[in-house]
C-alpha cells in the first residue's frame, strides 16, 4: 500500500469541456434507465466509453461491465458503481426524466426511473476514470473498475462474482464504492464498521379454505390467520429483542381474494427483515417462523409456505480503512464537509465483492440535496432528482480521493 493519507488532487480536476461531457453522460444514463439485470443498453454505453478511453474491459454477470485500468507497478485498488433502475414512474419534472418502460421477471410492464441514483455512480465513476488516463503519469498501479447490475434485487454482485470477476480482473488490496443519498450536496457521510443491513425479504401463503361469505363455518378463513401472523410479527422488534439490537421487521405486501362475499383460499403476504449481527438476523428469523406456524395452527390451517425471495449481506466498513478514508476525504473535500455517521438500515450487496475474496471495503455516501432544501426527496420516490452539482463533482472528487490513496500521486 502506498503511504499517501492525504493524496493532492492538483491537476486531477475537471476542465469546462470534461465537466459538459460528464453532465451530458448524466442526463443521457438517467432518461434511460434499464431494470435489474437488464442493463444492456447501459453495459454496451459504459463499454463503448472505455473503449475510447483505452480501458481494457470485459462483460461479467450477465450486463455487468469491469474495466482494468492498468498503469505500471504498484497496488492494486476496486471502485464500484452500481447500474440498474427501478420500477417506478418518475415525477421530477426534470427535462431529462425517463419515460421508459420495462418488462419485471413475471412479464408485467412497468415504468423505469433511476430513482435510487445509480446513473449518478456510473457518471461519477466514468469521469474518475478519464482523469486517471488523463493523468496517468502521476500515478502507478492498478484500478479495477466495476460497473455492477442488478443491485436492487441483490442479484448483480453475485452474479459477477459467481461468473469469475476474481479470477478474471487483478485481485484488489481494498474495495471501494460511494451512494448518493438526499444528503446536502457536497457533504459526504460514512461510518466505522457497520455501513449498511442485512436484508432478508421472505413470502408467505397462507393457505386455507375457500367458501361463500355468508357460511364462514365451511371454509378456513386465511385473511383472518394472516391479518393476526402481520400484527404479532410486529410484536418481535418491540419484545423479543433487547432495545440495543437495532432490527426492522416490514410487512410490504399483502393479497387474497377476489371478491368481498368470498373466503378465499389463500392470502400471501411479504416480509422484509433489517439487521445489524448475525445473532439477531437469526433470531429475527426464527421468531417469524414461529409466529407464522403458531397463528396457523390456532387457525386450524395447514402449515404457511414460507419462501425467499432476495437475501442482502451485511456491509461492513473496515475499520482501518474507514479510518483512513475518513481522513483522504477530508483532505480533498474540506473536514467541514465529511461526517462520521451511523449504520444504515438500508441494504447494498456491494459487500459481496470484497468478502468473497476476504478483502477488506468501504463504502460512503455523497448528498444530493441542494443548499436550502434540507428535506429532499429521498432514495427511492419519483421525485428523487439529485442537483447535478455539486453533486457529480464531490462524486468524482471522492473517487479520485479514494482512488489516489491507494495508487499514489507523483507531484
Known sequence: MTENPAPTLAGFALDAAERTQMHQLYRTLHAEPELSMQEHRTAARIEGILGDLG??????????????????????????????GLPIEEQTGLEYASTARGVLPDGTEVPVMHGCGHDTHVAALITATRLLVRERQRWSGTVVLIFQPGEETAAGARAMVDDGLWDRA??????????VSPAKAGTVLLSRGPAMAMADSLRVRVLGRQTHGSQPENGRDPIVAAAAMVTRLQTIVSRELAPQDPAVVTVGTFHAGLKENIIPAEAEFTINVRTLSGEVRQKVLSSIRRIIGAEALAADLEEPE????????????????????????????????????????GSEDFGWLGESIGVPSVFWFFGGTADGDPEGPTNHSPFFGPVLEPTLGTGVTAALAGLLHWVGVRD
Open 306 to 345: 414460507i419462501s425467499e425471495i432476495y437475501d442482502f449481506p451485511l456491509n461492513h466498513n473496515d475499520e482501518d480503512q474507514a479510518t483512513t478514508q475518513l481522513s483522504v476525504l477530508g483532505s480533498a473535500l474540506g473536514e467541514e464537509a465529511v461526517t462520521e455517521t451511523g449504520p444504515k438500515m
Open 170 to 179: 487483478p485481485r484488489p488490496e481494498v474495495v471501494l464504492g460511494q451512494h
Open 55 to 84: 480501458v481494457e474491459h470485459f462483460r461479467c454477470g450477465g450486463t455487468g461491465v469491469v474495466g482494468i485500468l492498468r498503469n505500471g507497478a504498484g497496488p492494486v485498488v476496486a471502485f464500484r458503481a452500481d447500474t440498474d
